[in-house]
């Protein structure tokens, strides 16, 4: 029996997203304690619903969030933000925290390294806010300087690992490379599918002229959800920075 | 850049992780070699000063930091390949002067047991 939206039971293992489509879908929101990852091409969202979810998080659910940048510098995120009425330099003092952790271009590379560092630093700043929400946004900039496939994997699964130890609601954006007829185990993060609690994958395409944005769950362990595609837009004009306002059938 | 210069470095490691142990022995083998009696060497364990590690930007362990001379250097990994280590740190020319330093010696030593 298909599990239609209405049968989904709203319990407290799951975080609010704030998205309140997104939260219909899952029955409540993203698995709380637990890795999920966002898969999208560009401009599909992927950094706005990340965003979202951490400022709801830190303004209604009393959930303060870290956001690990790897790409975008975070006064450049901040700045972004505005645009959906987020006032998150307000926010920043005491729930939400911007860590840029973008490699720098001219770095020297010799040998193999860990994300070691990384996570003790989180570790102290997490204590500090007594944060339960985590954003690792376009972590491959940074996998990608790993000398090869097996370092990748094992540094995904420290941080997985680690994540469940500190029982933080974690997520994780990653690009999802052009076709998708490519089999996931190919494309080169494609094992991180099979590895976290819950895949959420973004889609924008463009059919007769007119753009599609769609949001598909992919898997999600513990939990019943509406496996439909469901279309979603970005809603600009609210202030009040509701921005994915999913429309789900 | 004079021969007397003073090598400021600042490692800094994960507690016992592998990558950190190696890149610890690299460097004092480089030191040994390169920078004999001119080099000082700082090691931060980010397990213990996490608040350290947040205030440098270190996210990946292990990261050497070359101070001084300048320009400061960030050089991440274990150290083992040598060659773009002593290129960032301006070394490489010297090490071509070093290597012929050895077989000069081992000329030397050819020599001296032939004649012995």
Known sequence: ?249 | MTQHQIFDFRLYVAGDALNSAQALANLTNLCRIHLPDRHRVEVVDVYLEPKRALADGIFMTPTLVKLTPSPTRKIVGSLNLMHPLLLSLGLAIQGKRIKTAYKIKRLQCVVFSVIS
């Open chain 1, 1 to 249: 029996m298909k599990p239609t939206a209405s049968h989904l039971v709203k319990s407290q293992t799951k975080a609010s997203s704030g998205i309140a489509g997104f939260d219909n879908i899952t029955g409540g929101g993203l698995p709380l304690g637990r890795t999920t990852l966002l898969v999208g091409g560009p401009g599909s969202g992927k950094t706005i619903f990340a965003l979202q979810f951490l400022v709801h998080g830190a303004q209604d659910c009393d959930e303060p969030g870290i956001f690990v940048a790897f790409e975008e510098t975070s006064p450049r995120i901040i700045a972004n933000a505005e645009s959906f009425g987020w006032k998150l330099d307000e926010l920043q003092e005491k729930s939400l925290y911007f860590m840029d952790a973008q490699p720098s271009p001219d770095l020297v590379q010799s040998g193999d390294f860990d994300l070691g560092g990384m996570l003790a630093a989180l570790e102290s700043q997490i204590k500090e806010m007594g944060a339960r929400r985590i954003l690792f946004d376009a972590l491959d900039i940074l996998l990608l300087l790993l000398p090869d496939q097996t370092a990748i994997r094992r540094e995904i699964y420290r941080l997985h690992e680690w994540l469940s130890v500190h029982e933080m609601t974690g997520l994780i954006t990653l690009k999802a490379d052009g076709d998708q007829t490519s089999s996931i185990s190919q494309q080169p993060f494609g094992f991180m599918h099979f590895m976290v609690d819950c895949a959420v994958i973004l889609s924008h395409n463009v059919e007769f002229g007119v753009s599609q944005r769609s949001l598909r769950v992919q898997k999600y362990r513990g939990s019943s959800f509406d496996e439909n595609e469901s279309p979603f837009l970005i809603d600009w004009s609210k202030g009040e920075g509701t921005t994915l306002v999913c429309t789900s059938l």
